[in-house]
């Protein structure tokens, strides 16, 4: 469908203007329609987080169990639980900088954007990352990058989308 022109793909005898209240309703459709998708997509995502809470909670029993064995009291639920760091790093400390480097030596005339940096760090250091933590790893990425930037290692320059998809280089001795 081509809803920025007001025509849809209808037979040849209505290959006119889409009347506005169609329009509307077939837009309305459209976005209903990827909301169920995007929405199906999480419950499966919660669905796998909740198979791995039930596989953590039968672990948890066990060493509860384990724990009653011992001669000396302890009651496993007085133990206060410790939060798992979410933000662990992606890369060991130093390696992403290097891993960036490396990718503007390859040619220092060109300029490469974030993600063309994203994919070469990823192929060069050889770790693999699910399409969340891929989007998390680009971030990361551009987060260095303004690092580098504002100590005046790399140089910016605006894309044609201007400031929204820049380029980044080795800044000019």
């Not at 849809?8 to 077939?26: A, G, H, Q, S, Y």
């Not at 998708?37 to 909740?50: P, S």
């Not at 662990?88 to 940096?117: H, P």
Request: some cysteine; overall charge positive.
């Amino acid at each position: 469908m081509m809803f920025g022109e007001g025509f849809v793909n209808l037979p040849i005898i209505m290959r006119t203007r889409t009347p506005p209240t169609l329009f509307w309703l077939l837009d309305k459709r459209a976005r209903l329609s990827g909301k169920i998708a995007y929405i199906e997509d999480k419950l499966q995502t919660f669905a796998v987080l909740a198979e791995k809470a039930q596989r953590l909670k039968k672990d948890l029993e066990v060493i509860d169990h384990t724990i009653s064995l011992y001669e000396i009291p302890v009651d496993p639920t007085m133990v206060q639980p410790i939060k798992p760091i979410l933000n662990s790093r992606l890369l060991a400390w130093g390696r992403m900088t290097r891993a960036i480097y490396m990718c503007l030596a390859s040619d220092k005339e060109k300029a490469f954007k974030v993600l063309e940096i994203a994919t070469f760090v990823i192929h060069n250091e050889g770790v693999e990352f699910s399409e969340v933590e891929f989007v998390e790893f680009r971030k990361a990425i551009r987060h260095r990058l303004r690092n580098l930037l504002r100590d005046g290692k790399v140089t910016r320059l605006n894309g044609r989308e201007g400031l929204r998809d820049p380029y980044w280089q080795f800044k000019a001795p």
